[in-house]
Nanobody, 123 residues
Framework: VQLQAFGGGFVQAGGTLRLSCAASSRTSTNNGMGWFRQAPGKERDFVASIAWNGGGTLYAEDVKDRFTISRDRASGTLYLQMSALTPEDTAVYYC?????????????????WGRGTLVTVSS
């Protein structure tokens, strides 16, 4: 499975962006999926995850009221709708497919990782 995240860009604080993640294979359709992000000089952190059926969404504490994860199983596309962005959200965002069907926060539960997309939020 190859994953590709896109939709990143430059946005002012308070703005919105929607990230998308396309899978090269339908294999991920039955897997949990997630978004992670990595800011310069920092580790890759969990952002949000979703179970195979679109339920079981989980969010990092600092994004849970601003970001929404969703998926379209028909197309195999994962989304992350981001609003009220702040400079602290600046990072490379990665999508990933889990080994199992559940939604999970743990990096070690993810088997496939996509190339990231850069989100830059200016103050």
């Amino acid at each position: 499975v190859q994953l590709q995240a896109f939709g990143g860009g430059f946005v002012q604080a308070g703005g919105t962006l929607r990230l998308s993640c396309a899978a090269s294979s339908r294999t991920s359709t039955n897997n949990g999926m997630g978004w992670f992000r990595q800011a310069p000089g920092k580790e890759r952190d969990f952002v949000a995850s979703i179970a195979w059926n679109g339920g079981g969404t989980l969010y990092a504490e600092d994004v849970k009221d601003r970001f929404t994860i969703s998926r379209d199983r028909a197309s195999g596309t994962l989304y992350l709708q981001m609003s009220a962005l702040t400079p602290e959200d600046t990072a490379v965002y990665y999508c990933a497919a889990a080994r199992g069907a559940c939604s999970t926060r743990s990096r070690s539960d993810y088997r496939y990782w996509g190339r990231g997309t850069l989100v830059t939020v200016s103050s």
